[in-house]
T-cell receptor, first 121, second 112 residues
Framework: GAVVSQHPSRVICKSGTSVKIECRSL??????MFWYRQFPKQSLMLMAT?????????EQGVEKDKFLINHASLTLSTLTVTSAHPEDSSFYIC?????????????????FGDGTRLSIL | QKEVEQNSGPLSVPEGAIASLNCTYS??????FFWYRQYSGKSPELIMS????GDKEDGRFTAQLNKASQYVSLLIRDSQPSDSATYLC????????????FGKGTTLSVSS
């Protein structure tokens, strides 16, 4: 199966700290990865689309200077929350699409990591 | 912008019953659908995908798609307490390489 590893699973840190979250595809190459955020009792909200070797595409209302995304290889994307504040506390989840060709790539499912619970004190 | 409508629930069923989860969508272009299950505090996991009109069965799960009615459903037979979770329906994106957009999902509670 398609395995996506996300690390760390939980972070608790002081306000003003920068936090890096890693998302790795373990058994496939992921040309595209996505970053979502989920607040309690809310739906998953897409933050950005990360493509290997190019700049991420951010959704409206997501600050690109605050949420830095790097997709330097076909198996790794990172999200760095810079100068995190309590309002950034949330559940951050990455997902990945396989890089190999499908007959119809729009029918590819996304494979999710286990998520990172970020708590800013 | 695609819109997906799901009854947020909670949908409560007794153990052993059939749970029926429904999803309607507004975009006629959507070709396929994915059902994800999300346990509380966990990330979503793919349980089924369906591309063609009709039924698709996988164990205790059956997905049903009716493109003319823009309706997709998930039936869970012999519901178990371990099925208690939020179920998310997501249509495939128009463009390859773009993200799935999720609604709030339906919360299912199976009582023993």
């Amino acid at each position: 199966g398609a395995v996506v590893s996300q690390h760390p699973s939980r972070v608790i840190c002081k306000s003003g700290t920068s936090v890096k979250i890693e998302c790795r595809s373990l058994d496939f190459q992921a040309t595209t990865m996505f970053w979502y955020r989920q607040f309690p009792k809310q739906s998953l909200m897409l933050m950005a689309t990360s493509n290997e070797g190019s700049k991420a595409t951010y959704e409206q209302g997501v600050e690109k200077d605050k949420f830095l995304i790097n997709h330097a290889s076909l198996t790794l994307s990172t999200l760095t929350v810079t100068s995190a504040h309590p309002e950034d506390s949330s559940f951050y989840i990455c997902s990945a699409l396989r890089g190999e060709a499908y007959n119809d790539q729009s029918n590819q499912p996304q494979h999710f990591g286990d998520g990172t619970r970020l708590s800013i004190l | 912008q695609k819109e997906v409508e799901q009854n947020s629930g909670p949908l409560s069923v007794p153990e052993g019953a059939i749970a029926s989860l429904n999803c309607t969508y507004s975009d006629r272009v959507s070709q396929s659908f994915f059902w994800y299950r999300q346990y509380s505090g966990k990330s979503p996991e793919l349980i089924m995908s369906i591309y063609s009109n009709g039924d698709k069965e996988d164990g205790r799960f059956t997905a049903q798609l009716n493109k003319a009615s823009q309706y997709v459903s998930l039936l869970i037979r012999d519901s178990q307490p371990s099925d208690s979770a939020t179920y998310l329906c997501a249509p495939s994106p128009h463009q390859a390489g773009t993200a799935l957009i999720f609604g709030k999902g339906t919360t299912l509670s199976v009582s023993s």
